[in-house]
């Protein structure tokens, strides 16, 4: 990426709407490409590398956004998949997931086990599981899923709901 004004390069307004994106897409792309101009093929290339380049961060809404606020830079920290990165973003912030703040009052209240005697047993994170009458008991690994948030709705907070579930073998198989 140069410093290139996609505006320009697609020769549309600022106001433009995908239809009128896609239209001139189309046609510049149908002009420019190498096919069609067997002579001046690695102009046409470059040219039509930029026309696509200017096509799929104007069609694309989140990185249209952050190329209008802070333009051809702002999209260097973009990351590449569509969407953005939430956890990125938090682990930027605050040092680490959301999940790990979540799960630190579950892995409190795990950490005392009972071993059958009555007695609770304390154990650290090196342990693999509790001994609870002759079978090992090992925690299930942390359920990790991945949730598409926009920067307005982890700036402004939103509610989503998720439905998780697992199959986890107990004691008794």
């Known amino acids: ?29 149908m002009r420019w490409h190498p096919d069609k101009n067997p002579t001046g093929k690695t102009d046409a290339e470059a040219k039509f590398k930029d026309i696509t380049e200017a096509y799929n961060v104007l069609s694309d809404a989140t990185k249209r956004t ?5 333009g051809e830079e702002g999209l260097k920290g973009l990351p590449q998949q569509s969407g953005g990165n939430a956890d990125d973003i938090f682990a930027e912030f605050f040092g680490g997931t959301p999940f790990t703040y979540c799960n630190n009052a579950r892995v409190k209240q795990q950490q005392t086990a009972w071993d059958g005697s009555g007695f609770g047993r304390s154990y650290g994170a090196g342990d693999q599981g509790v001994s609870a009458g002759g079978v090992t008991m090992v925690a299930p690994p942390p ?3 991945k949730l598409a948030c926009t920067l307005e709705e982890l700036y402004m907070g939103v509610t989503k709901k998720m439905k998780i579930s ?3 073998v107990d004691a008794s198989g």
Not at 2 to 17: E, H
Not at 66 to 70: K, L, M, R
């Open 1 to 29: 990426m140069g410093s290139l004004d996609y505006y320009k390069i697609l020769d549309v307004d600022r106001s433009a709407t995908d239809d009128d994106l896609r239209r001139a897409y189309r046609r510049l792309a």
């Open 143 to 145: 359920v990790e899923s």
């Open 66 to 70: 952050v190329y209008d606020q802070f």
């Open 166 to 168: 697992r199959n986890v």
